[in-house]
């Protein structure tokens, strides 16, 4: 009960929220719609999405979903200068807006990967829990110092992310001669900065094996291409997992008489050392016999896959969804038109929207279908194609279809193809007179 409550409150909220908003936007006239999405988006979205995770439950009641999307709806109808009568469906689609219902849950699954361990399907690349960082003056970083004497062992490492897949390679120098060469491989979906650190980790492991009396200088050399890993190393705030990982083997290798330094390589600059760890790095990241080494998911990689899997949802809506059908012919796909920047004006989305004399008529809000040009009702048709009021604007926007395509084009080829122009022809329309 206390859930329901709170969703009447914040729904009412949002609600006067967007009404000032809207008085606003009648004063000035208007507040430009990318203003009036990040207003949404800043102030209204957080509203809406307070308490996700908790109020699953209660968000399977028609009757409170059916409160989002009354909230939802005014500020897209804010936003796109649309009219009442337009579906969420279709106004979603034109101002871009991923729907309410698809968003909370998207929302509460973001949440859940953030925050409980173990919910996802594979191992997230979490940072190091507080009960168990190491003491601060455990493995400490140097990175670079005075000491100018020349180390026992020289590393370097590189990691390699492409379309191919995620590898990284590390060479070991003892004296002038290469002792040891390693490369492996990461999840593909692992990121570049993961396999930098991966490819030092097998460094420090690979010094840890090397045969080199105790009571000899045993001094290592760790070089990268990677500012941020070195940044992070020496940050004590910073607890990522594999950040951790490397100041313990520090740790480990200076109980043992080691002493690690780390230095800043500057990349693709043709040091032979550094080039041949980049090389194997590549390598790796191609070959398919190369093991998978690490698979921990960097959360920008699980936050990536839950959006794309939210535009997957509303694409299907969309596809099942009856009414919208002049914004469906203009946009089928979801994907391709939340790529797409459209300056949406209202004429923008009188066209887009289908908001023509004829579908003023159906709706009873006007008593005639009829264009003026009195050759038949005022459709969206009839307007890009055939109204002979607009034959001028028309030999315009066809003579520029037809540079790269031919006329008549589809909607969908319009809009997609030919986007300037088509938008161009719909702010010539005077809507008013027609
Ligand atoms: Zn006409």
């Keep these: 009960m206390y859930q329901h409550t709170c969703i009447a409150y914040v729904t009412d909220r949002s609600a006067k929220l967007i009404h000032g908003l809207s008085r606003a936007a009648n004063v000035t006239w208007g507040i430009k719609h990318e203003a009036m999405k990040t207003i949404y988006k800043g ?30 709806r005014m500020i897209n109808i804010l936003t796109a200068k649309a009219f009442r009568t337009t579906s ?3 106004l979603c689609i034109l101002t871009g807006l991923t729907p309410i219902i698809i968003k909370r849950e998207e929302a509460v699954r973001l949440y859940n990967a953030r925050k409980i361990r173990g919910s996802q399907p594979q191992e997230i690349d979490y940072a190091v ?6 003491h601060p003056a455990e493995g400490a970083i140097i990175i670079e110092d005075e000491d100018t004497k020349d180390p026992t062992v020289l590393a370097q490492t590189d990691g390699s992310k492409s379309e191919l897949g995620v590898g990284c390679g590390t060479v070991i120098y003892k004296g002038n ?31 840890a094996t090397l045969n080199i009396p105790q009571n000899n200088l045993r001094r290592a050399k760790v ?95 969309w596809q099942t969804c009856t009414k919208a059908q002049t914004m469906k012919q203009f946009f089928p796909s979801v994907e391709e038109r939340l790529k797409k920047k459209i300056k949406i004006t209202q004429n923008v989305s009188a066209m ?17 279908a009829q264009c003026i040009c009195r050759q038949g009702d005022q459709t969206v048709e009839h307007l890009i194609y055939d109204c002979i009021l607009l034959e001028t604007q028309r030999s315009t926007l066809r003579m520029n279809v037809t540079k790269n ?29 027609l």
Excluded at 129 to 134: A, L, M, Q, S
Excluded at 252 to 262: D, G, M, V, Y
Excluded at 286 to 315: A, E, F, G
């Design 43 to 72: 102030a209204i979205l957080p509203l809406l999405l307070y308490g996700a995770p908790v109020w699953i439950e209660v968000m399977k009641h028609e009757f409170n979903r059916r409160k989002y999307i009354r909230i939802q």
């Design 88 to 90: 969420n469906e279709a």
């Design 129 to 134: 829990e507080y009960k168990n960082w190491p």
């Design 177 to 207: 001669k290469i002792a040891t060469q390693i490369t492996t491989r990461l999840d593909s979906k692992c990121s570049n900065n993961q396999a930098e650190q991966t490819a030092i980790i097998k460094a420090l492991e690979a010094i």
């Design 223 to 317: 070089y990268t291409d990677s500012r941020v890993t070195l940044d992070s190393l020496q940050n004590p705030r910073n607890h990522a997992y594999l950040i951790g990982e490397i100041r313990k083997r520090v740790a480990t290798l200076q109980e043992s008489n080691w002493k690690i330094k780390f230095s800043w390589v500057k990349a693709h600059a043709r040091i032979p050392g550094n080039e041949k760890a980049d090389k194997l790095a590549k390598e790796a990241a191609r070959n398919r016999l190369i093991d998978i080494t690490y698979s921990r998911l960097p959360l920008s990689s699980v936050h990536h896959d839950i959006q794309l899997d939210s535009i997957k949802r509303w694409q299907k809506e």
């Design 352 to 368: 887009l929207t289908g908001r023509t004399r004829a579908y003023l008529h159906r709706f009873k809000i006007s008593d005639n």
């Design 405 to 433: 395509g031919q006329w008549p084009a589809d909607k969908h080829e319009l809009i997609t193809k030919h986007q300037k122009h088509l938008i161009d022809y719909i702010e010539s329309i005077d809507f008013d007179k």
